[in-house]
């Protein structure tokens, strides 16, 4: 069950294809103290990217690159949630992220799987109940 920042944050991150039309969505939980999501990156001209773009010049964004995708979905959902909580300028996530490129088809069902099944181990996380 998620909570209203947990609500934020799926309805943002479906957000994310919807205004990126070469931004597909796979498989993502959001969970009480971190997110998880599979995403595939397409160039219209090209289909699939054989490489995600992972940088930004400088902080310069770049277009549909990882870190500006991420970048700007996180400073929505914190924007969204200092505002119901009366809390400008507080941080809501940790700095920085962890990104993994899939690279093949067996990877790719594993980690759906993973991601699919951590809801079920939240009783087992440390910060649970805490």
């Known amino acids: ?6 609500r934020i944050v799926e309805e943002e991150w479906q957000n994310t294809a919807t205004i990126r039309s070469d931004v597909e969505l796979d498989v993502f ?6 997110f998880h999501a599979l995403l595939l990156l397409h160039d219209e001209r090209r289909g699939t990217l054989p490489r995600a773009r992972r940088s930004e010049s400088f902080g310069i964004p770049t ?4 870190p500006t995708i991420v970048r700007l979905f996180k400073a929505r959902v914190t924007t969204q949630i200092n505002t119901m909580r009366n809390s400008p300028g507080n941080p809501v ?3 920085g ?3 993994h ?3 093949d088809e067996k990877e790719l069902q594993e980690i759906r799987e993973y991601i699919a099944n951590n809801a079920l181990k939240w009783r087992l996380d440390c910060y ?3």
Do not use: C, D, K
């Open 97 to 99: 992220y962890h990104e």
């Open 128 to 130: 649970y109940g805490a």
């Open 93 to 95: 996530w940790q700095r």
């Open 1 to 6: 069950m998620l909570n209203a920042f947990g």
């Open 63 to 66: 277009v549909n690159s990882v």
């Open 101 to 103: 490129i899939v690279r």
């Open 29 to 34: 939980t959001v969970m009480p103290n971190h």
